[in-house]
């Protein structure tokens, strides 16, 4: 059984700065590309930035420069490291990634919340 399992969320005042993580488990060959997407209430979910195993990043517009995804292969886990945080980032962070177990499957964890208010 793969999960993935996603901390570091809380509460934040604007401008400052949380760390999520994000840690794959279970019977797993490969990880190919991993990504963190949000939804804030009444919203449609949304990519916040994606990596590939050989380390490529792609990142929304809207958090270009303040947010760096990362991984680590031989650990299985992936980090997001938000700076310069805004009330609009505001949301529930979810954690995605697709694992070559038995099958090649997409999978999400259960969410972090992140709060950004003063």
């Known amino acids: 059984q793969v999960q993935l399992v996603e901390s570091g969320g809380g509460l934040v005042q604007p401008g400052g700065s949380l760390r999520l993580s994000c840690a794959a488990s279970?019977?797993?060959?490969?990880?190919?590309?991993m990504s963190w997407f949000r939804q804030a209430p009444g919203k449609e979910r949304e990519l916040v930035a994606s990596?590939?195993?050989?380390?490529?990043?792609n990142y929304a517009d809207s958090v270009k420069g303040r947010f760096t995804i990362s991984r680590d292969n031989a650990k299985n886990t992936m980090a997001l490291q938000m700076n310069t945080l805004k009330p609009e980032d505001t949301a529930v962070y979810y954690c995605?990634?697709?694992?070559?177990?038995?099958?090649?499957?997409?999978?999400w964890g259960q969410g972090t919340q992140v709060t950004v208010t003063s």
């Open positions: 995605n990634a697709w694992i070559l177990s038995s099958t090649l499957t997409n999978y």
């Open positions: 279970g019977r797993i060959f490969r990880i190919n590309a």
């Open positions: 990596i590939t195993q050989g380390g490529a990043t």
